[in-house]
């Protein structure tokens, strides 16, 4: 069993590999392709000659054969060189470094109440299938399933914000006069829990609640109907009826039976959530002025300064994929049917 | 039982009409939208300026004094031509190499899979956001990107659908009749791909219109000051602060609707093409 399991996660890892080579071959093309030669927007002075912009060609590799820029790029990446970013003037990798832990803490808050909510009442409509809790639920999915998480946040903005005055100021993480703790995780709750900080606590959950409650709104609903059905489908099984005719008690039917194989699809389901969840943090991160790497990319983008877009994309891709093989690898580990793919 | 089955399956129904006349008014407001809206979307007026809902103004007037009703209606044309164009090339070009590769299986299959797995590889959003960089700041950059990230869908959906009815008697038949590859694929295949399809149609047109409001929303594409619906939640986002929702409200009312609409019809259309898939 453990050696069965072992052998498949070895395998998929395999199979992750020519899907991670193929990301980076895109996003090499990617700011080859990109509008704009790199060494002129780079020697951008007034006083600069065309021998200072093939110096700085050299400099930068361009003169050789795209072979030969493509092992660049690889050696690049693997020390994890990505270049300058125009607009800070700081390396990229530094850059991220400082707002990635913002956009972690976020995504991952943003998650943990995606599943916080959705679960527990894809459980309850299947339990009352067809009531008017079920529909309700129906109704809530479908709707939130058509909700651009830029707009809840702005609908939630407007309620929480301006017209009940319980929300804090929808900008960054802390409000200005605040003062961040020393960071130890980046993540600015920890962080302020660490040191006994709990004013700073409250107010960094505070301020991180209604961002990540328009994140979570898109992700919601395909986890609550996977639940559902999941469940209906677990339910409605012989091993359940079985368990039912021992005379089992019902909360352990559905805790220890039903729960565990219904949570299957949602697992499935995942990567999608995944997806649309890296997605949203883009837009979400914009709109609250969070200093993390979505917002961060969003600017260099729009400022034509394209190391950090491109560093962006890589490190994204790269998340999802390992993202999707370990949900792929925890369905095989649960699920002794689950057929990996490739 | 069969009874709350049978009204289910009736509500299910109504909600699917509704939203396809939903769709359907869209449609005719996105091709007669700008001939009758009362004022020029483009037309801004100091006197004007955020103004709440009024008998004249019936969604208000944004930061411009521009009248957002005239300026959501308006929307709807730009809006629903992205979408349409780019689901459009994505379906085709999709189908198309998605049949063949399956029909064809091989070398040929094996390439392709693998550039659609590396595709997939690339959070959506993320991935358009990317393509509209590097097509240039511009409409049809937008259109181009959609088309390339939901080509993988139909990409998929045709290669299965092909690869798995390539031994199926009525190909063999026609392939013993005589036609060609090219010809079993357009004219056997397809077609009865065609229902999976229509669904995947109905549920991309609402993503298509989510993910280019998006890019609006973030500076892509789309620039102000053309009307669309990501583009004027981006320019009210700041009103919401000080309370003028209607610069909010309206236009992201228009686009949770369409949505709503596309995906309401394709889960209905899905019930219809495979009653087993029925949620």
């Known amino acids: ?342 | 039982m069969a009874r709350s089955v049978a009204l289910y399956h009736l509500r299910r129904n109504t909600a699917t009409s509704v939203a396809a006349a939903v769709i359907v008014l869209l449609f005719l407001l996105a091709i007669f939208g700008p001939l009758i809206v009362p004022y020029d979307p483009l037309a801004t007026s100091m006197q004007e300026v955020l103004q709440p809902p009024s008998a004249e103004h019936w969604f208000g007037t944004d930061q411009l004094g521009r009248d957002i009703f005239s300026r959501v209606v308006v929307a709807t044309r730009l809006d629903f031509a992205i979408a349409v164009a780019a689901v459009a090339i994505s379906a085709l070009a999709g189908i198309s190499v998605g049949a063949m590769s399956g029909y064809l299986g091989g070398w040929l299959d094996g390439v392709t899979s693998r550039i659609v797995d590396v595709m997939m590889a690339f959070p959506l959003f993320v991935a358009a956001m990317a393509l509209v960089a590097v097509f240039g700041n511009s409409v049809q950059s937008v259109v181009l990107a959609t088309s390339i990230i939901n080509f993988p869908f139909y990409f998929r959906l045709a290669r299965i659908e092909a690869a798995s009815r390539r031994e199926i008697g009525y190909v063999e038949a026609a392939l013993i009749n005589g036609n060609s590859s090219g010809s079993v694929i357009f004219r056997f295949l397809l077609p009865n791909s065609l229902p999976p399809v229509i669904v995947q149609v109905s549920l991309n047109l609402g993503w298509a219109i989510l993910s280019t409001s998006g890019l609006a929303f973030i500076g892509l594409g789309v620039a102000p000051p053309t009307p669309e619906w990501g583009i004027m939640i981006q320019e009210g986002a700041s009103m919401m602060m000080s309370g003028e929702w209607w610069t909010v409200f309206f236009p992201g009312l228009a686009l949770v609707l369409s949505v709503f609409c596309f995906s309401l019809l394709g889960d209905g259309l899905r019930d219809i093409a495979d009653p087993r898939r029925r949620s």
Do not use: C
């Not at chain 1, 961060?296 to 891709?317: E, K």
């Open chain 1, 1 to 342: 069993m453990k050696h069965r399991t072992l052998r498949l996660i070895a395998w998929r890892l395999l199979m992750a590999l020519p899907i991670l080579f193929g990301v980076i071959v895109v996003t090499f093309v990617l700011i080859r392709a990109l509008p704009g030669d790199p060494a002129i927007v780079y020697a951008s002075g007034p006083n600069m000659s065309q021998e200072d912009i093939d110096a700085i060609r050299r400099a930068m590799g361009l003169d050789k054969s795209v072979f030969e820029q493509f092992l660049l790029y690889l050696n690049n990446i693997a020390h994890l060189n990505f270049g300058n970013s125009l607009v800070t003037g700081q390396p990229v990798l530094k850059d991220f470094g400082e707002r990635l832990p913002a956009t972690l803490e976020l995504a991952v808050f943003a998650f943990a109440l995606s599943l916080v909510v959705a679960l527990p009442v894809g459980v309850l409509s299947a339990l009352y299938r067809d009531s008017w809790i079920d529909q309700l639920v129906r109704v809530i999915t479908s709707v939130s399933a058509a909700m651009p998480g830029f707009f809840f946040g702005l609908i939630l903005i407007f309620i929480f914000y301006f017209l009940m005055g319980v929300a804090p100021e929808p900008i960054g993480r802390l409000s200005g006069w605040s003062i961040a703790p020393p960071t130890v995780t980046g993540f600015m709750t920890i962080d302020a829990a660490l040191i006994g900080d709990w004013e700073i606590f409250r107010e960094a959950l505070g301020k991180m609640l209604m961002p990540a409650a328009s994140m979570a709104i898109f992700a919601v609903a395909p986890l609550m109907r996977m639940m559902r059905g999941g469940m209906i489908d677990a339910l409605d099984s012989d091993y359940i009826k079985a368990a039912r005719a021992y005379g089992i008690p019902r909360r352990k039917i559905l805790l220890q039976y039903a729960l565990p194989n219904a949570m299957l699809p949602v697992l499935a389901t995942m990567g999608m959530v995944l997806s649309t969840m890296l997605g949203a943090n883009i837009m979400i991160e914009k709109l609250f002025a969070w200093p993390g790497i979505g917002s961060y990319s969003v600017n260099a983008l729009t400022g034509v300064d394209y190391a950090p877009v491109q560093a962006f994309v890589l490190i994204v891709a790269v998340l999802f994929v390992l993202m999707t093989l370990a949900i792929d690898i925890l369905s095989a580990a649960i699920d002794p049917r689950y057929k990996l793919k490739g």
